[in-house]
């Protein structure tokens, strides 16, 4: 059995359907098991990171388990991280796979400190966050970013699920770090004429100044930090978000998925 923790979102939902895929029993954890609206087959336990004491029965017989590092808004880190992983060891778990939150946290520094085999997925920008332009592509035809001529190796998110699914049931991924991207190199032109393409409308890009981001940022009621870490990561993306890597392919034996397939996918979301 297999413990997917953030199994409602955009990686969890992912890892669940490959496990399914692969034909492993899974078991999904969220705090709302009547909105979880998972698919038939897994078996949905309630559960809370920040209250691990009360993840006794949602480990009961498992040995492999996938894990977040947050557990509140805006991604806080965990700081129960330490107590779920003991507890995990006492329940016999045999692999776990950590989806890294961007840096160092106190679960991820916990699970690798661990003896338990342990791999941690390290994703670059999903490919589902252009999902936020849904609203303002069907109403109005446009996407508003500022930086739109950074560079993103963004990573379709059943490719991050697919990592984790292979690391998690099969052996020789103990101790690795995987860095996942996606297949190339995109603007954010780029992601809008593919979302163009795939919906078979036009989508106009305007250029938001940096101080004009901030401000509905600010609007949005994102956290001076959220803020700060935005502007960091699109302002000057690091190389590692601007270089692609083969670790779909190696790990999974397929090509990574491409954002136009994405696009292909999600069309309807775009469309009045
Ligand atoms: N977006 C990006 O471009 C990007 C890039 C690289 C890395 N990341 C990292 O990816 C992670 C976000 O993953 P995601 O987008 O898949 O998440 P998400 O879609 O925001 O979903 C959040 C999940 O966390 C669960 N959760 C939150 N607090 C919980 C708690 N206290 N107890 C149990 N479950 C809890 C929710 O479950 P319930 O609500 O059902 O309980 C839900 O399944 C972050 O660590 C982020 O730093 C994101």
């Known amino acids: 059995m297999t413990l997917v923790t953030g199994a409602t979102g955009t990686v969890g939902r992912q890892v ?12 999904a954890l969220t705090r709302d098991p009547a909105k979880a609206d998972l698919p038939g087959g897994v078996e949905v336990v309630r559960g809370d ?3 691990p004491e009360g993840l006794t029965a949602a480990l009961d017989g498992v040995s492999g388990l996938h894990l ?6 805006y991604f806080a880190p965990l700081e129960t991280g330490p ?5 995990a060891r006492e329940a ?47 109403t109005r035809d446009e996407v508003c970013e500022p930086f739109t001529g950074r560079l993103s190796a963004m990573v379709h998110e059943a490719d991050i699920g697919a990592v984790a699914a292979v690391a998690l049931t099969e052996d020789g991924h103990a101790g690795q770090e995987y860095l996942v991207t996606g297949p190339e190199l995109l603007t954010v032109r780029d992601k809008a004429d593919a979302i163009a393409a795939a919906r078979g ?4 890009l305007v250029e938001l100044s940096e101080a004009e981001a901030v401000a509905r940022w600010r609007a949005e009621g994102r956290p001076q930090d959220v803020i700060d870490f935005l502007l960091e990561v699109y302002g000057d993306t690091p190389p590692e978000g601007r270089t692609v890597l083969d670790t779909v ?6 090509p990574a998925r491409t954002f136009a397939d994405w696009a292909r996918a999600h069309a309807g979301a775009f469309r009045a």
């Open 249 to 254: 392919q190696k790990v999974t034996g397929r």
């Open 68 to 73: 977040i590092t947050f557990g509140g808004a």
């Open 92 to 138: 016999g778990v045999r692999r776990v796979t950590v989806l890294n939150g961007g840096g160092p946290t106190p679960l991820e520094d916990a699970v690798r400190a661990s003896d338990l085999p342990w791999t941690v997925v390290m994703p670059v920008e999903f490919m589902a966050n252009a999902l936020e332009w849904a609203d303002g592509i069907r």
């Open 16 to 27: 669940v359907a490959e496990l399914l895929r692969l034909g492993r029993p899974v078991r």
């Open 83 to 87: 107590r779920i992983v003991e507890l």
């Open 201 to 204: 409308r036009a989508v106009r």
């Open 49 to 51: 990171l920040t209250d």
